[in-house]
């Protein structure tokens, strides 16, 4: 049975029009998985609304 | 004067200027080097020799009809492959970047550099499209340590360290997004400067991650680093995040006392995660310096994720086109992970963007107290070719995506580091030296300090 990451990575290649086989799958996945947690761990960290993002654009 | 493969960069400018060298014999030295032992470092993809060889007849003619010359005049140099050079494409150690045209100019670095006097001799190798920290690459195959060819040169400028570390040539350059001038530094021995982001234009170069990339120079010595700094500074209108601030010379400070800098150890995150050999150098660092107070440096190793998920996206977004296009094409490791880095849902990055911005001032703060933090550059000397997996604080994880776990909170935020080589035994081993934004020239003292005293230098190379 697929785990959810699993449909996520299928919705979202399918949305992208990103290739994938299923040789690809295993690494995606676990390559995923760790940008996720990375991700969380930014995401539990409580910033004030009024934060700007950080990149430098001048025009 | 003949040309030895040990003379610093000053050494051959100067040698070149007095007419007691010329740049002609200087560069076919240097050739003449690469086509030695190139066969084993393998860090060299092009050898720009013919164009070498004309620069430098023209900087002898110069010398001759009595025109000042610059000062890096006859210093041969290379540059990663992610560089426009004029004639190549722009591989940036990649198999799909080959079928680019031909660049028609050169990378402003590498305008600056010779507009100094010095010599391009060729192109080097890295990891493909700069998402590596080891220096393997699968097209070209790994450029080698110069001090144990059976390991890593780091990556992803790869080439560039084994090059400077294996005495090729006395300055590369090379470029960071999370620590790709930093880690090979430290693995092959030598200095490296990674500025402060925007000081140095990235015009005309392969970018991977725009928020986060930055390039610099490679040397053996740190008078050699800061001649290179100061011939590339300066605003280019070209690369839309580099600085309007004018020039900073460094080289006429670089003997300044160091006696009233306030010096301290990063602890936390960057006390952790490390092999004995990284604690050893940054304590005979510390040791030389007269360092004792330990700053801890709030929320690293969350700023360590929130670049590992910039990098990602952003690096995603770079090849989007690619990966539909030529998957196949690329290495499967890169691939991979670029495939999972389109995947990451957009408010994550968003929110690690912001989390730069709020990290960026808790670290403003702590240099109103303090000029220079020291932390290991990378967690231990060069791993295996090959390597896997490495054992970190008792967890087993991916060495590819873990070297640079004390780089990157710094990069995160741009801040200058200069990489300083401690000889230790087997294996030489970095340490960063890190200033405040647009403080360099502390950075590039510190370091200029230390060498005179002993504590760090570059070792000669032994592994070929």
New interface residues.
Partial sequence: MAEPLDD??DA??KA?????EEA?RP??????E???R??????E?A?PDE????????A | MSAKPEMTASEIASAVAGRKMSALDATEAVLARIEQHDRILNSFTDVTAERARAKARAIDADIAAGRKVGPLAGVPFAVKNLFDVAGLPTRAGSKINRDLAPAKRDATLIERMEAAGAVLVGALNMGEYAYDFTGENIHDSPSRNPHDTTRMSGGSSGGSGSAVGGALVPIALGSDTNGSIRVPSSFCGIFGLKPTYGRLSRARSFPFVASLDHLGPFARSVADLALAYDAMQGPDADDGACTTRGLEPVTPLLDESISGLRVAIAGGHFQKNVFPEAVEAVSRVAKALGATQVVDVPEASRARAAAYVITTTEGASLHLDRLRKRPGDFDPAVRDRLIAGAMVPAPLVDRAQKFRRWYRAQLAEIFRSVDVLLAPATPCTAPKLGQVNFNLDGVELPVRANIGIHTQPISFIGLPVVAVPVPLEPLPIGVQIICAPWREDIALRVAHALEKMGAVAAPAPRGF
Avoid: Q
Avoid at chain 1, 27 to 32: E, I, T
Avoid at chain 1, 51 to 58: D, K, L, N, V
């Fill in positions: 996520y990575i979202v290649s992208l029009a990103l290739p994938l690809w690494a995606v996945r676990a390559n995923l760790v940008s996720l990375l991700g969380r761990m930014v995401d960290f910033l934060t700007e993002p950080a990149p430098i654009f001048t």
